[in-house]
């Protein structure tokens, strides 16, 4: 799978505030990342979202395999969800049992294998001749 790269300004994440550094309501969207992360199905179907409405951003970061593609996975259905910025995911991340970040890895490995078989089937049949 090659790299996909866009300017980071076209960024979904980007754009909904990711980066952020000057945020106001910094504990409650600690504790609102810690329930998304520790709850499975609400973060499995955010994430879904995630690659649904953030095609860019999910290209950028989901073909870079040198980069922790699950940590994208969570800090962008955060930050889908509640605008939280990543360095706030971070810490809430540091909040959660050992228990809870391996079932969000889990989560994230899947999303990561469904992003991945889209993006193969899509780019599949590119090279080939499509007329003969």
Known sequence: MKQIYHKY??????QNGMFETDVKNKEELILKAIQLLSNEVDFY?????????????SDV??????????SWVGQAACCYAFGTPEILTRKAWNSLCDTDKIKANI??????????RRHFEIHRAMGEPLLF
């Open 9 to 14: 300004t076209e960024w979904e994440d980007f």
């Open 107 to 116: 989560v994230a490995d899947k999303i990561i294998k469904i992003y991945e």
């Open 45 to 57: 179907d955010t994430s879904i979202k995630v690659l649904k409405d953030w095609k860019i951003a």
């Open 61 to 70: 970061n989901l073909t870079n395999k040198n980069s922790n593609r699950q």
